[in-house]
């Protein structure tokens, strides 16, 4: 077991590699969902009737909501598997990284809920 604790990220090249760590994971994982998330407000601005559309846009406002959806589910899974690898195979004790872990937990679920329900609700 030469990297415990940690996952490795294929370079550029797609030949060299990097190991990462499963809290480094997590983090840019979490940072990935705000983004798409912040994303997806773009794409409903932009479905507003009589706002602000983005000319010519190449696709329909609610597929490019549901794209970033999509998006946003693929980091809330990896995500997801990082929380599992810290919190629960490596373990927390005490009630601080208890609170933190389910703090945590709570975003990478709630994320890809609340982006799909504005999804939804951009089928105008």
């Known amino acids: 077991m030469g990297h415990v604790g940690r ?3 294929a370079g550029a090249s797609g030949l060299a590699s990097t190991p990462i ?3 480094d994971a997590l983090t840019i994982l979490l940072t990935a ?9 773009l794409a409903i601005v932009a479905a507003v009737p ?9 696709v329909s ?6 794209g970033a959806v999509a998006a946003i ?4 899974i990896g995500s997801g598997a990082a929380w599992w690898e810290i919190f629960i195979v490596q373990g ?6 208890t609170l933190i872990s389910g703090s945590i937990l709570v975003t990478i679920i709630a994320e890809p809920i ?3 329900l504005l999804a939804l609700g951009m089928r105008t």
């Open 92 to 97: 927390t004790q005490g009630a601080a990284p």
């Open 73 to 76: 589910l693929i980091a809330a």
């Open 33 to 41: 969902e705000s983004l798409l998330l912040a994303a997806l407000g």
């Open 114 to 116: 609340i982006a799909f």
């Open 21 to 23: 760590g499963y809290g």
């Open 50 to 58: 009589n706002g602000r559309r983005i000319p010519n846009l190449p």
């Open 7 to 9: 996952v490795t990220a």
């Open 61 to 66: 406002p609610f597929a490019l909501g549901l």
